[in-house]
């Protein structure tokens, strides 16, 4: 919804400021103009990137119209999880999970928590590393950094669109250029008609770089930056489970640990630590 306002400020601004200053709307409307930009950069962006990269630009954008879930009501189910596994491990042994790790879709622990249940990625990271420390092949160490190569590899791999749309953005202004060059060139040979439609053309010609430079600063990178607080976003989830389950591993009872995972969050999602507390005690109600 913000992304929609913030286009229409962009545009209320710009061309009303424009009529306002007694500039007529009409002389905007180029279509050779937008078909040169657009096809220029649509043209680059194919060139440089293969099928995976279009795949995962593509599936991002619409995430940019929808709200983020990541959210207290997410972290507070997210650490109620997590203290229920571990209160478990830490009552019955590392063993009492493993059908709970094998099969989460049926598993009587994570069906309580829908959130947390109905994403498969953070369904598949916490039972990867549970499953680790069921098989107790390795330390915590060893865990640790095998967290962080995954999470940055989910980094990286969300970074893909991230960078796409940032360099579109960098060449939009590049091809108004382009297509202002081309204008020139046309008005130069056009140079024995009269003066009034002389200075049509001239006009047509800039109005390629005002529509390169509005498309880039205006529209493109302000969708690259929200698709990299989604990404940060995206990611702190995987921080906060690694977090507690590390402090797990490192002897650390289940609420102090889940109170490790609560700390590595931002503080606009953060629960406190009475909420999380009343929040685990109605889940272990259920």
Known sequence: MLVIVGYLVILVSIFGGFAMA???????????????????????????????VLKSTLKALPSIFKGSKYNKALYLELLALLFEILAKIRKEGLMSVESDVEDPHTSPIFSKYPAISHD???????????????????????????????????????????????????????????????GVVHTMESVGIPPAELGMLIAAALVGTFLGILLAYG????????????????????????????????????????????????????????????????????
Not at 29 to 52: C, F, H, R, T, Y
Not at 225 to 238: A, G, H, I
Not at 242 to 262: C, D, H, I, M, W
């Open 22 to 52: 007694g500039g007529h709307l009409a002389s905007l409307w180029q279509p050779v103009e937008v078909l040169m930009i657009g096809g220029g950069a649509l043209g680059a962006m194919l060139v440089s990137s293969g099928p995976k």
């Open 120 to 182: 498969h990625h953070m369904v598949e990271f916490i039972t990867d590393y549970l499953r680790l420390m069921v098989g107790g092949n390795l330390n915590a160490m060893e865990i640790e950094n095998l967290m962080d190569n995954e999470i940055e590899t989910h980094h990286q791999e969300g970074n893909i669109p991230v960078s796409a749309m940032a360099k579109l953005g960098d060449g939009l202004p590049a091809f108004g250029i382009v297509a202002a060059v081309m």
């Open 219 to 286: 529209f493109v990178a302000p969708l690259s930056t929200l698709l990299e607080n989604k990404l940060q976003e995206s990611s702190k989830v995987f921080e906060c489970t690694k977090v507690t389950l590390l402090a797990s591993l490192n002897g650390y009872a289940p609420q102090v640990a889940v109170e490790f995972g609560r700390k590595v969050l931002f503080s606009t999602e953060r629960p406190g630590f009475t909420e999380l507390e009343e929040h685990i005690k109605q889940a272990k109600g259920k």
